[in-house]
């Protein structure tokens, strides 16, 4: 997750969203992953405090600002062993995109295109760039 000041994404030279101020995620989902988790991780992101408060503190949520959420399987890509990466954690299409909108949908996130060869472009803030898990069930 990267705070920006703008970000976009295209697919074929066509954009399909642009924000200003807020978040661009980049989501992968792995076999494991449930619609809970994509919920509980949606709620997550929304709440957190990572935009500069009225005394420049790092202490206020998302707010007004806008997300985009870009689904990214290489995010799950095994690298330890050979320079050729493996997708094996990454799950398969027909599990990641229906999570992949429900996090989309819980958040209200501007989109790409799943499955799509995207073009992505950020203006960061900050740079703040956060790594995020699900949180672990209650």
């Known amino acids: 997750m990267q705070r ?17 101020p807020g978040l ?14 994509a919920e509980r991780l ?11 408060d009225a005394d420049g503190r790092m202490n206020a ?13 290489t995010l799950y890509a095994e690298t330890r062993r050979g320079n050729r990466p493996s997708y094996v954690a ?11 909108e429900r996090f989309c949908e819980v958040t209200g996130a501007r989109r790409g295109r799943f499955g799509a060869d995207m073009a992505v472009a950020l203006v960061n803030d900050g740079p703040v760039t956060l790594l995020l898990e699900h949180p672990p069930a209650a």
């Open 4 to 20: 920006v000041n703008s970000a976009s994404v295209s697919v074929a030279g066509e954009e399909l969203a642009r924000i200003g």
């Open 24 to 37: 661009l995620v980049l989501l992968g989902v792995t076999h494991t992953d449930t619609a809970r988790d």
């Open 42 to 52: 949606a709620a997550k992101v929304v709440a957190l405090r990572v935009f500069p």
């Open 61 to 73: 949520p998302l707010g007004d600002r806008e997300i985009l959420c870009v689904s990214q399987f």
């Open 90 to 100: 990454a799950a398969p299409a027909e599990v990641a995109e229906p999570l992949y």
